[in-house]
């Protein structure tokens, strides 16, 4: 049940029951309630208010009065505002320019890298590729198809049914020319002694192969038919 109760001249104050056992004091001026008269609360009277001599906050949280706490937030929007630039142009002024050169002390080891030695390693490198290059003729780098004849062989094939005979050619020759005269033949070619049979390469009489041959190559002829033959063989350049 609310209460009403005198506490001073033209002030009545009541006593209004919260409906928990405790009761909240409300205070009426001119005698009714709703008087338009103003209240004053004395600097401090208030601790939830405070006072206006109270400090700001010291944090976000805590026990700290209304007061002490708009100052806190007051002071935070002083340093925010300090940190933002006037606007130029309508615009907020962005600087790109990097810090000043920061100082680096010691050295620093790389591995591989380049150096004068090595540069005039280089161009030595490059003087000797240059040598060995051929000038260009019309835009493009000549090649020479035509060899030098340099050892002529006459290799006896035995016909089929005979054995295969192989020859040594020169150590450092590497093209030869080789002509099936008679008959046809098989042969075979490589870096060791080698066996011709009827398995192994076939040219056909009077036909005419250019080849490469490996390093110390050794050819080895038979006959395809039961006919003798001869392979004209010409070492090149």
């Not at 060899?147 to 062989?153: I, T």
Request: proline share 3%; hydrophobic share 45%.
């Amino acid at each position: 049940m609310d209460q009403q109760i005198s506490s001073g001249i033209g002030v009545l104050e009541n006593m209004k029951d919260m409906g928990d056992g405790t009761h909240a004091r409300v205070v009426y001026v001119g005698g009714q309630a709703g008087g338009g008269a103003a209240v004053s609360v004395a600097d401090g009277a208030d601790v939830a208010l405070g006072a206006k001599a109270d400090a700001a906050a010291s944090s976000d949280g805590g026990a700290f009065s209304l007061i002490a706490l708009a100052k806190r937030a007051l002071g935070n929007w002083t340093t925010l505002l300090a940190r933002i630039p006037a606007l130029s142009g309508g615009k907020v002024p962005v600087d790109v320019t990097f810090p000043g050169t920061q100082p680096v002390s010691g050295t620093v080891a790389v591995a591989g890298v380049a150096t004068a030695a090595l540069q005039g390693t280089g161009n030595t490198s490059l003087s000797s590729i240059d040598t060995k290059s051929p000038a260009l003729s019309t835009g493009a780098v000549p090649v020479e198809t035509i060899k030098q004849a340099l050892v002529a062989r006459q290799l006896a094939a035995a016909a089929s049914s005979g054995s295969s005979a192989n020859t040594v050619l020169t150590t450092t020759c590497r093209r030869i020319s080789i002509y099936a005269r008679g008959a046809d033949i098989r042969y075979a070619i490589g870096s060791s002694s080698q066996t011709a049979g009827t398995t192994t390469h076939f040219i056909a009489a009077g036909e005419r192969l250019d080849l490469a041959v490996p390093a110390t190559p050794n050819i080895a002829v038979l006959g395809a038919t039961l006919t003798t033959a001869t392979l004209e063989v010409t070492e090149l350049s």
